[in-house]
């Protein structure tokens, strides 16, 4: 049986869900969304069936407005593409049920969660609206500053921290948050940023999950040690740091103790 169908139209808009129902086997859907320069979103894919056999892979791609492929995948199920630093333009979305399937998939599509961190220790509130969908946060900061991030998280995630030239970051301390965990919070710390300029800060759900946390971004708190006089660190912020220094003469011998942690 041979059947040759139109591909299914439409438009997704923010915050309305689309479904696009592919009633006829072999039928396809060819969308399309707007986005302007430096834009941030996130477009999810669920509610999907096919028949006559369910649970079959679909097929989405999202092409640019000059024609390159920004996200694809094909699977059966749900699943949110994050789309970042777009062009300006209208984007279009091919969806295809394999082996001819009949299908209906519901799109959305939501602004990004994006936003500055201050490096003050002021609490940011990160929360987003769709299941695995990522937030994307940034902060400014001079070479060698010393920095510490903090997250209390209410959900399963992961934080990472992409430097000014779009390289990774190297720090010390943990990337996961669970809310299992003690405090339920983690954090990262660097002793000296390479680079001045903006740093990017991106969290991402462990799983297809909406996730939920509070960011602090501080300066370490600096102290001088001398010989002999005990000296009270405090850090009164999630994520901060403490950096001593003491001033020694070569070959001097010295120990370092700490006690009355709390």
């Given at each position: 049986?041979?059947?040759?169908?139109?591909?299914?139209?439409?438009?997704?808009?923010?915050?309305?869900?689309?479904?696009?129902?592919?009633?006829v086997r072999g039928q396809w859907g060819y969308l399309?969304?707007?986005?302007?320069?430096?834009?941030?979103?996130?477009?999810?894919?669920?509610?999907?069936?096919?028949?006559?056999?369910?649970?079959?892979?679909?097929?989405?791609?999202?092409?640019?407005?000059?024609?390159?492929?920004?996200?694809?995948?094909?699977?059966?199920?749900?699943?949110?593409?994050?789309?970042?630093?777009?062009?300006?333009?209208?984007?279009?979305?091919?969806?295809?049920?394999?082996?001819?399937?009949?299908?209906?998939?519901?799109?959305?599509?939501?602004?990004?969660?994006?936003?500055?961190?201050?490096?003050?220790?002021?609490?940011?509130?990160?929360?987003?609206?769709?299941?695995?969908?990522?937030?994307?946060?940034?902060?400014?900061?001079?070479?060698?500053?010393?920095?510490?991030?903090?997250?209390?998280?209410?959900?399963?995630?992961?934080?990472?921290?992409?430097?000014?030239?779009?390289?990774?970051?190297?720090?010390?301390?943990?990337?996961?948050?669970?809310?299992?965990?003690?405090?339920?919070?983690?954090?990262?710390?660097?002793?000296?940023?390479?680079?001045?300029?903006?740093?990017?800060?991106?969290?991402?759900?462990?799983?297809?999950?909406?996730?939920?946390?509070?960011?602090?971004?501080?300066?370490?708190?600096?102290?001088?040690?001398?010989?002999?006089?005990?000296?009270?660190?405090?850090?009164?912020?999630?994520?901060?740091?403490?950096?001593?220094?003491?001033?020694?003469?070569?070959?001097?011998?010295?120990?370092?103790?700490?006690?009355?942690?709390?």
């Open positions: 049986d041979l059947t040759v169908t139109q591909a299914v139209g439409g438009t997704i808009s923010v915050g309305t869900p689309l479904i696009v129902n592919m009633p399309s969304f707007t986005a302007t320069a430096g834009q941030t979103y996130a477009l999810m894919i669920d509610a999907v069936s096919t028949a006559p056999a369910a649970n079959q892979n679909v097929s989405v791609e999202v092409y640019n407005p000059s024609g390159g492929v920004v996200a694809t995948s094909s699977l059966p199920g749900s699943r949110t593409y994050n789309l970042t630093n777009l062009v300006a333009g209208t984007y279009t979305v091919a969806v295809v049920p394999w082996y001819g399937m009949t299908s209906s998939v519901r799109f959305t599509l939501a602004d990004g969660v994006t936003g500055t961190v201050p490096t003050d220790g002021t609490v940011t509130n990160v929360a987003t609206t769709l299941p695995g969908q990522n937030a994307y946060y940034t902060f400014t900061a001079t070479a060698g500053q010393t920095l510490g991030l903090g997250f209390i998280c209410t959900t399963n995630l992961s934080v990472s921290i992409t430097q000014p030239n779009g390289s990774g970051l190297s720090t010390g301390g943990g990337s996961g948050c669970s809310p299992t965990n003690p405090g339920a919070g983690n954090h990262l710390w660097t002793r000296s940023l390479p680079q001045t300029g903006t740093y990017k800060v991106t969290v991402t759900p462990s799983g297809f999950t909406t996730l939920g946390v509070d960011l602090t971004a501080t300066q370490a708190a600096a102290y001088a040690l001398t010989f002999g006089t005990p000296q009270s660190v405090n850090l009164p912020i999630r994520g901060q740091w403490g950096l001593a220094t003491f001033t020694a003469t070569a070959g001097q011998s010295a120990s370092v103790t700490l006690n009355s942690v709390s």
